[in-house]
């Protein structure tokens, strides 16, 4: 019988990752816990977090069979700093998050699954991928969504607006900024042409952002009224095709004949579950003028940092004050940006860091050689 070969450098690599992503997953729902004011939701937080230390320890074991024996990983600076989002804006504002997290561990641990030849390691990454889809399942109901979100793309909500617009306003009137510096122009100038800016580009993102979610909410308005038409123009075909969406949920076919027809009685409530079954629209949590307020509001607040500077000092002070300023700006944006994209908080900064540079060096020699041109 020959032995298992140790696995190479890079499959190591991986399992220590899902090792770290089990351990901060723990400490997340740990911290959920301890803000949640609902005493089912805290149970089921502190449930989930003890079923992710038993992940952890799956791990660990894994590791020291191959000859490595890690110690249980402290929160990474990504967990802290969703950690830290959770204690400012409340633990709803992390379990959208959180869902789309495990959606990723399903997703990662069933393509372990199918790259894995038999053994403890396979038989491992299909139980981490069964308990992970579980608890996506768990978060899916608290959140009061529906389907399965190792399916979903897309994220959303308050925070990300926050991030995206402010990211947005810093990049773009940074690029402005350092042309008209690159322009060899008087202080007040930049100034000027900061603060207009900072004005346009606000109010460009967040009419942008509202009329984004008055378009969405016309489209689902419509589909709802087409929804509406159809029960009551051939109820037997939705009552058909609700009873198909429960089957498909594993009801048993007659008991799901059963349900669709009851549902099917109560016009309103036969609306209300195809809406949520059959189109998956959710309860709106915002309005459009919400999103256009925060969207725009954000964008303000980034669009302001380059030009900040030049209101308390002047000349070279100023312009190396908004740099680094700047600079540091989109490095945070960039590691804040990695609670929705996944990736490292340091590699995440430092890529913004990189395209603020860019943005710099392009704004401000495009404005030299303009500045020369009309000269």
């Not at 400012?88 to 641990?109: A, D, K």
């Not at 139980?127 to 529906?146: D, F, I, K, N, Y």
């Not at 059963?258 to 949520?276: H, I, N, S, T, Y």
Request: charged share 25%.
């Amino acid at each position: 019988m020959t032995a298992t070969p140790p696995p190479d450098a890079t499959t190591l690599a991986n399992w220590h990752h899902h090792l770290h992503d089990e351990a901060d997953a723990a400490f997340l729902y740990r911290v959920l816990a301890r803000l949640e004011p609902n005493e089912s939701r805290r149970s089921l937080y502190l449930r989930l977090a003890e079923v992710e230390d038993r992940h952890t320890g799956m791990w660990r074991k894994l590791l020291a069979e191959r000859g490595t024996e890690p110690a249980i990983p402290a929160p990474s600076l990504r967990a802290r700093l969703m950690a830290g989002i959770a204690r400012v804006f409340g633990p709803s504002m992390l379990l959208g998050i959180l869902l789309r997290e495990e959606g990723q561990e399903v997703r990662g641990y069933l393509d372990l699954y199918r790259d894995t030849g038999a053994g403890a390691v396979k038989d491992a990454a299909l139980t981490l991928a069964r308990e992970s889809a579980h608890h996506a399942e768990a978060l899916t109901q608290l959140a009061g969504r529906s389907g399965e979100p190792w399916h979903r793309t897309e994220t959303g909500g308050f925070l990300r607006n926050v991030v995206y617009g402010f990211n947005d306003g810093l990049t773009a009137n940074f690029g402005l900024v350092a042309g008209v510096i690159g322009a060899a122009v008087p202080s007040h100038i930049v100034v000027v042409s900061g603060v207009a800016g900072m004005i346009a580009d606000a109010l460009s993102m967040g009419s942008s952002g509202y009329l984004a979610a008055k378009s969405e909410r016309e489209v689902y308005a419509h589909e709802i009224a087409m929804e509406k038409e159809e029960i009551r123009l051939m109820p037997e075909v939705e009552e058909e095709e609700l009873a198909l969406l429960y089957e498909a949920k594993g009801v048993e076919q007659e008991h799901a004949r059963r349900m669709a027809r009851d549902v099917m009685g109560d016009p309103q409530r036969a609306l209300d579950e195809q809406v949520k079954e059959e189109l998956k629209i959710g309860e709106a949590h915002t309005t459009p003028l919400r999103e256009g307020i925060i969207t725009g509001t954000a964008t303000a607040v980034g669009a302001l940092i380059p030009v900040a500077p030049f209101f308390m000092f002047e000349g070279r002070n100023a312009i190396w004050a908004s740099f680094a300023i700047s600079m540091l700006s989109h490095f945070a944006v960039g590691g804040a940006r990695s609670v929705f994209t996944g990736r490292g908080l340091f590699r995440s900064g430092f890529d913004m860091f990189v395209v603020g540079l860019g943005v710099a060096a392009v704004g401000y020699y495009v404005g030299e050689g303009v500045a020369k041109w009309l000269s």
